[in-house]
C-alpha cells in the first residue's frame, strides 16, 4: 500500500508562486508514474502535470504548460510541482498520485491511478 502526503498549499495573490510537495511511502517515486491532479468545487478532478515511471519526460495539461513544474527527487522519495504566475483558476485541491502500471495513455485520466493523497487546498485570490 503506497501512501502519499502533500503539502504546501495555502494563499497566495495572482501572479505568485507556490512550490507543492508530495512525500511517498516506500521506493515510489523512482519506480511509479506520479502526478498531479486538481478538483476545484463542483467540477471533475482535472489532470495538471505527470512524470511517467520510465523516462524524464514530463507531461502537463495545456492550462499549466510553461507555469507550472514537476519534479521528483528519488533520493527523498518526494514529488513536487512549482507553481508559477498563479492565476485564480488555479484554485483547487490539489492531489498528489502514483501508480506503478499505468500506460502512457492513459496518463491524464484520473481513474487510470490507484494512489492518491488527501489533498492540499490552493487559493489564489487578491
Known amino acids: 500500500q503506497v501512501q502519499l502526503v502533500e503539502s504546501g498549499g495555502g494563499l497566495v495573490q495572482p501572479g505568485g508562486s507556490l512550490r507543492l510537495s508530495c512525500a511517498a511511502s516506500?521506493?515510489?517515486?523512482?519506480?511509479?508514474?506520479v502526478g498531479w491532479f486538481r478538483q476545484a468545487p463542483g467540477k471533475e478532478r482535472d489532470f495538471v502535470a505527470a512524470?511517467?515511471?520510465?523516462?524524464?519526460?514530463?507531461y502537463y495539461a495545456d492550462s499549466v504548460r510553461g507555469r507550472f513544474t514537476i519534479s521528483r527527487d528519488i533520493a527523498k522519495n518526494t514529488v513536487s510541482l512549482q507553481m508559477n504566475t498563479l492565476k485564480p483558476e488555479d484554485t483547487a485541491v490539489y492531489y498528489c498520485?502514483?501508480?506503478?502500471?499505468?500506460?502512457?495513455?492513459?496518463?491524464?485520466?484520473?481513474?487510470?491511478?490507484?494512489?492518491w493523497g488527501q489533498g492540499t487546498q490552493v487559493t489564489v485570490s487578491s
Open positions: 498520485a502514483a501508480d506503478s502500471r499505468l500506460i502512457l495513455s492513459s496518463l491524464r485520466s484520473a481513474s487510470s491511478w490507484d494512489y
Open positions: 516506500g521506493r515510489t517515486v523512482g519506480t511509479y508514474s
Open positions: 512524470l511517467f515511471r520510465s523516462g524524464n519526460n514530463a
